[in-house]
């Protein structure tokens, strides 16, 4: 099982252990912020498996972790997802500072990467790998450019300098004031300097400043040890942490399936969803975000989806509706051209005949038929178009990576976009006559006539005779075994026969490449 899992183990297995709760908080006065007006808009699927953890960056766009593709997936506030981005490690916490840096943390590994906006890596925190037992979840002050990272399996906060290097930490295990078991979200609110941590279970938000001081709490329980469904509880499973603009503390609550809405004191003002699958429907709400137009996200990991729901007098830019393309053939080869090529459609949260009738085209060229129905078996329904693959040809470069565009018009005036790459191979594109295209060519300077694999590469490019890329061969055998495994593929690709494949094997065994040089010289003076 994945670490990732970590998280929602801990949201199921703590509600049947028995132990001493931490007391209920105690809520301060009433501060006289009003309860949200809640408007449920869509629920927006995409392809994720379990979203977990959100982060906003400029211009709204949100970015969402998704452990179990190991992928962050990045979406514009119209809609449009503009990266999809695969990781090495398993992502499972995410954070954006001013500077537009995103920074990842990793179950697996353990350690919190800094990437550019550009997901060029800068840097780790800290040491890297194992510098955290679970990094659950990271936020970034806007001023110092300090960095929050809650360790949910050590149970404390650790905070870094905008370069990375340690600062301080705060927190442990236990359930008094500043402790924490198995701390989940975290949020800056800087206006007021403070920090929220969410401790999960001991069924509370703990508020600090900056420098980790405890300051007061939210929800808390009066529960009896042992109690399953633990209904005396204000927060059940707290999970992730918000708090808008109007000074409300959003709390999403994975066991009750709801967002619960307090004010800054601690005071209930309202709930948000239910537990279901419905549209609105909330199950394991890990997490949740209110963008600059008033839109409140929540990542719900067992719906696989995120649900949007507008607050007060919110706006709502979407206008896009991000489909999945898959194409057939995925290589165009322009010497030997197919008739047509075959585009399989998904639209993720929508129905297919929301599609206008006529609208849909990949890269300005209409289609020559559609065919509704389940192409890869994944038991989601999808469009299948055949185009003229020439035509399509024409619009895509010479050679190298091309970029197929589907676009049309949904009955409810918003526009899908989706996007998938080809491969196009030509002749012409052959610059070493290798009969390899330069695009599949790992060798693309082999000298003219000679045989090749299929990547491209030729007995004395794949075996040279001074030895691999990075040192010479540990000894003569190595020279002759990387001979003969190299003839075996050259052979394969070019279909030779035995005696073919006899006339390529050079007098490897008397040759000498991989030989001390001294032995190398008296054999030659014996010759």
């Known amino acids: ?28 006065p009433a501060t006289g912020v009003e309860p949200p007006a809640v408007t449920h808009l869509r629920a927006y699927p995409w392809t994720f498996r379990a979203p977990t953890r959100m982060a906003l960056a400029a211009g709204s766009r949100l970015l969402v972790s998704d452990p179990q593709r190991q992928r962050i997936v990045t979406r514009e506030a119209s809609g449009r997802i503009i990266d999809s981005h695969l990781l090495a490690g398993t992502p499972v916490s995410i954070a954006v500072d001013g500077g537009g840096r995103i920074y990842v943390g990793e179950s697996d ?6 990437f550019s906006q550009n997901w060029e890596f800068l840097y780790d925190l800290g040491i890297g790998a194992g510098e955290f037992q679970l990094p659950g979840a990271i936020a970034v002050e806007p001023v110092d450019g300090r960095i929050y990272v809650v360790d949910s399996k050590s149970h404390e906060v650790r905070v870094f300098r905008a370069d990375g290097s340690p600062d301080f930490s705060f927190g442990g295990a236990g359930d008094g004031d500043g402790l924490f078991r198995f701390p989940a979200g975290i949020f800056v609110d800087a206006p007021l300097a403070e920090l929220y941590v969410v401790d999960q279970l001991n069924y509370r938000v703990q508020v600090f400043d900056l420098q980790g001081t405890y300051l007061r709490c939210i929800g808390g329980t009066n529960a009896s040890p042992g109690s399953f469904f633990g209904r005396s509880r204000p927060l059940n499973q707290p999970q992730g942490v918000w ?35 419905r549209p609105g429907g909330l199950r394991i709400p ?27 007098d919110y706006q709502d830019p979407e206008a896009i509706a991000p489909g999945v393309l898959d194409v057939d053939p995925a290589v165009l080869d322009r010497d030997a ?16 005949d929301a599609i206008v009738p006529g609208t849909l085209q990949v890269n300005g060229i ?55 790459s080809v491969l196009i191979l030509s002749s012409n594109s052959d610059h070493d006559a290798d009969g390899v295209d330069d695009v599949l060519d790992f060798c693309p300077d082999t000298v003219g006539g000679a045989l090749t694999d299929a990547d491209g590469c030729s007995l004395a490019q794949l075996c040279p005779c001074d030895g691999p890329a990075g040192g010479a061969w540990p000894n003569h055998g190595h020279y002759v075994v990387c001979t003969v495994r190299a003839v075996a593929r050259i052979g394969a690709h070019n279909e030779l026969t035995r005696a073919q494949l006899r006339t390529l094997v050079p007098s490897a065994a008397g040759s000498a490449c991989g030989k001390p040089k001294r032995q190398a010289q008296r054999r030659g003076r014996q010759r």
């Open 1 to 28: 099982m994945r670490r990732s899992s970590a998280i929602l183990l801990a949201v199921l297995l703590s509600l049947v252990t028995g132990r001493a709760f931490a007391s209920a908080c105690e809520a301060g």
């Open 109 to 114: 590994s353990g350690r919190v990467g800094v």
């Open 243 to 277: 708090l808008d603009r109007a000074g409300r503390v959003l709390v999403s609550d994975a066991a009750d399936g709801q967002v619960k809405v307090f004010d800054r004191n601690g005071n209930a003002l309202a709930t948000i969803g239910e537990f279901g699958t």
């Open 286 to 312: 890990m997490d949740l975000a209110v963008d600059a137009h008033n839109r409140l996200f929540v990542a719900a990991a067992n719906n696989a989806r995120l649900e949007v729901f507008g607050l007060d």
């Open 337 to 352: 051209l197919v008739d047509s090529l075959r585009v399989a459609l998904e639209l993720p949260g929508y129905r297919l």
């Open 366 to 420: 209409p289609p020559l038929s559609l065919l509704a129905g389940d192409a890869d078996r994944d038991l989601i329904p999808d469009l299948v178009a055949q185009f003229d693959a020439a035509a399509l040809a024409q619009t895509l470069p010479p050679s190298g990576a091309g970029q197929l565009n589907a676009t049309a018009l949904l009955s409810n005036g918003f526009q899908l976009e989706a996007r998938a």
